[in-house]
């Protein structure tokens, strides 16, 4: 996509305020981000040009996309956007609570229950003159393919291993290969990935088919706690053991025809009523709808610190990767803030056979009288995989597939034992909610 032209306009109180500054009010507001671009430098990359051509670069051709307008989005548009970056696209599905303001800084108490996006690229656009945010409320997921292609860096201000797994595949799905195999590095759409927890944070810097992308390292990430089902269905102890209960056990039996949708108002109010019902019941306390929010989405600590420590990273490294004043990260850093101050930054190993960004099926060792039932629990408990709802597919035929129309015809086969559905060395398709394109896999027996 080239250049937009509308501009914005900065007003000098709050963002609804008519008194504004037009962008040709500010001639010297980029004085100090020119001091590095303006000349070569010792720390600049052999892809470095200086002068205008790299300013026009940053300020009028490149797009960049935040995914994410929570804590970690709003310091993200406010450090691009102050940097040059002015045309920027945010996603959020999210709208507004009163609990996010002691961190949201882009927010206002009149903003509640306003879509997160759409406030956040208001603010933006009428405090940095020039600036053209571009808001989306919705899920990554209903945007199509071609609207994530029109960007040239993409900042992820993501809170869930979920949609960084999901946005990963995507950006991965643009590489392109010449007929020998070889990587068309112009096809790479790079990616900056930051995240926080408490007083924790990282940042990272994903090249796909160059660098190790997400699905590389997702073996560092813990998997996320369980509860017994007998505790949650007999004897729960905690609010937490209320919550999972409303969510896993009583959602079904009330709607069993039903998708939970933790993401709709509607029944994350569901869930914190019927989980507070139990909690009453059990003489349990500390159910509270922020809460239950928390524990059936797995949200994770914010703190506005460590938020901005992260958010800067993130940002420079844009500016660096738009304009290669500076070598980039290489390419994972760790923040830690608990005790002092500690960073350390390291090069995680790409995997051959990495699941998304390396371009060959992935090998299952495993026997042939297990039933497919258990090869599908083995694709989500095994740490390479973690996959949440697996499909299946052989060549020319599914093998099990949990669409509502399909689900009923292929259930059959999940009693039957893998060799007899396929044959070894069959290269099979899985599909799941975490991948926008799956992954080929292919079984070998072991008996």
């Excluded at 609570?97 to 206002?108: A, H, I, K, P, S």
């Excluded at 209320?242 to 069993?256: D, G, K, L, N, T």
């Excluded at 999940?414 to 069959?426: F, H, N, T």
Aim: glycine share 6%; with cysteine.
């Amino acid at each position: 996509g080239g250049p937009r032209s509308q501009a914005g306009a900065m007003t000098t109180e709050t963002p609804d305020s008519t008194m504004s500054i037009a962008p040709d009010a500010l001639p010297d507001r980029w004085q100090h981000v020119d001091r590095l671009i303006d000349r070569q430098g010792p720390l600049a990359t052999e892809n470095f040009v200086a002068g205008e051509q790299t300013k026009q670069l940053v300020r009028e051709m490149l797009r960049v996309l935040v995914v994410g307008a929570g804590g970690l989005g709003c310091e993200l548009l406010k450090d691009l956007a102050l940097l040059g970056f002015l045309n920027i696209d945010v996603i959020d599905m999210d709208t507004i609570e009163v609990t996010n303001l002691n961190r949201q800084f882009l927010f206002r108490k009149s903003d509640v229950s306003k879509p997160k996006a759409e406030v956040a690229a208001r603010f933006i656009n009428s405090r940095v003159p020039g600036a053209n945010v571009t808001p989306h409320f919705k899920k990554i997921q209903d945007m199509p393919e071609d609207f994530y292609r029109e960007f040239h860096i993409i900042v992820l201000g993501l809170d869930s291993i979920e949609a960084r797994r999901w946005t990963n595949d995507l950006v991965c799905g643009f590489l392109q290969y010449d007929e020998d195999g070889r990587l068309q590095e112009e096809s790479s759409v790079p990616m900056i990935d930051g995240g926080t927890e408490g007083f924790k944070g990282h940042v990272r810097i994903i090249k796909p088919g160059i660098t190790s992308c997400f699905e590389c390292t997702l073996d560092m990430f813990p998997p996320q706690e369980n509860f017994p089902l007998c505790t949650l269905a007999e004897i729960p102890r905690t609010a937490a053991h209320c919550i999972e209960w409303a969510r896993i056990i009583r959602w079904s039996e009330v709607w069993p025809n039903k998708d939970l949708d933790l993401d709709d108002p509607e029944c994350m109010k569901w869930i914190y009523e019927t989980a507070l019902g139990r909690a009453e019941q059990f003489g349990i306390t500390g159910v509270t709808y922020q809460y239950t929010q928390g524990v059936a989405k797995h949200i994770i600590p914010a703190i506005a610190s460590t938020n901005a420590v992260v958010a800067a990273v993130c940002a420079t490294e844009a500016f660096k990767l738009a304009t290669g004043v500076s070598a980039n990260l290489d390419d994972y850093m760790i923040f830690t803030g608990a005790e002092g101050t500690y960073t350390s930054a390291f090069k995680p190993d790409r995997k051959e056979d990495c699941l998304v960004c390396s371009n060959v099926p992935v090998t299952l060792d495993i026997s042939r009288h297990s039933t497919l039932s258990a090869l599908l629990e083995l694709l989500k408990e095994n740490p390479k995989f973690q996959c949440k709802e697996p499909s299946i597919a052989a060549p020319h035929r599914n093998l099990y597939m949990r669409s509502r129309f399909l689900e009923a015809q292929t259930r059959p086969n999940l009693d039957k034992e893998v060799g007899d559905l396929v044959e070894a060395g069959m290269q099979l398709t899985v599909t799941d909610p975490h991948f926008i394109r799956g992954f080929q896999l292919i079984l070998e027996f072991t008996d």
